[in-house]
């Protein structure tokens, strides 16, 4: 089974809200990826954690905190968003990331994304 | 540094007729290369990929791709197109321990 499970679907958040992006996955995988994607473009990596450590922020502003309480879950806390956050993101997983990368050409599996308005 | 690069953000066939999607990347070592597919309102589903050995590599639905070195290319292709074909496609690579990086997609349309 190669599922990543995201909750919620849609949110639509206001500007001055706190609100979280929720992610499981069962694999047994040792790395979690965050990716933020817009409108007819590719997914752009956002943050990586190897083995339950965060490993790259890809410059992401503080607005977006990522968290990992375990193997299994990693979340996205969301504070003060701007319009121009508003995106699909995608959480996705890998057997083991090896400091941040994928490591050995293992397939990062991707979750079916939570669309994510700022209104 | 690695790159990928998708000919063509839009492709456009006949249901039954032949589907070529190009992927030229851009490694300075060995790479690991991917195919996923996004339907529409919905996540990154991966159809195939190559790491080592058999350079033809077969997929999901269909799909199978090639990798040539002497190119630097991975094409992907289907012998005949159907209409629950049409989606996103991507492109990646990655260079062992780098992340993963996409092109910029092609929009695969399918006519009946």
């Known amino acids: 089974d190669t599922e990543v499970t995201q909750t919620p679907k849609h949110l639509v958040m206001g500007m001055t809200n706190k609100k979280s992006l929720k992610c499981e996955q069962h694999?047994?995988?040792?790395?979690m990826y965050w990716y933020k994607q817009k409108a007819k473009k590719p997914p752009e990596l956002m943050f990586v954690?190897?083995?339950?450590?965060?490993?790259i922020n890809e410059s992401v502003p503080s607005r977006f905190s990522p968290e990992c309480p375990n193997s299994s879950l990693l979340n996205l806390h969301l504070h003060a968003l701007q319009p121009e956050d508003s995106a699909l993101y995608l959480c996705?997983?890998?057997?083991?990331?090896?400091?941040?990368?994928?490591?050995?050409?293992?397939?990062?599996?991707f979750g079916e994304g939570s669309w994510l308005t700022v209104v | 540094a690695q790159s990928v690069t998708q000919l063509g953000s839009h492709v456009s066939v006949s249901e039954g007729a032949l589907v070529l999607l190009r992927c030229n990347y851009s490694?300075?070592?060995?790479?690991?290369l991917f195919w996923y597919v996004q339907y529409p309102n919905q996540g990154l589903q991966l159809l195939l990929k190559y790491t080592t050995g058999a350079t033809l590599v077969k997929g999901i639905n269909g799909f199978e791709a090639e990798f040539k070195k002497s190119e630097t290319s991975f094409h992907l292709t289907k012998p005949s197109a159907h209409m629950s074909d049409a989606a996103e496609y991507f492109c990646?690579?990655?260079?062992?321990?780098?992340?993963?990086?996409f092109g910029k997609g092609t929009m695969l349309l399918v006519s009946p």
């Open positions: 996705a997983s890998s057997p083991s990331g090896n400091g941040g990368g994928q490591g050995s050409g293992n397939t990062i599996y």
């Open positions: 490694s300075s070592v060995p790479p690991y």
């Open positions: 990646a690579v990655t260079s062992g321990y780098s992340t993963l990086t």
């Open positions: 694999m047994g995988h040792r790395a």
């Open positions: 954690y190897s083995y339950e450590k965060l490993s």
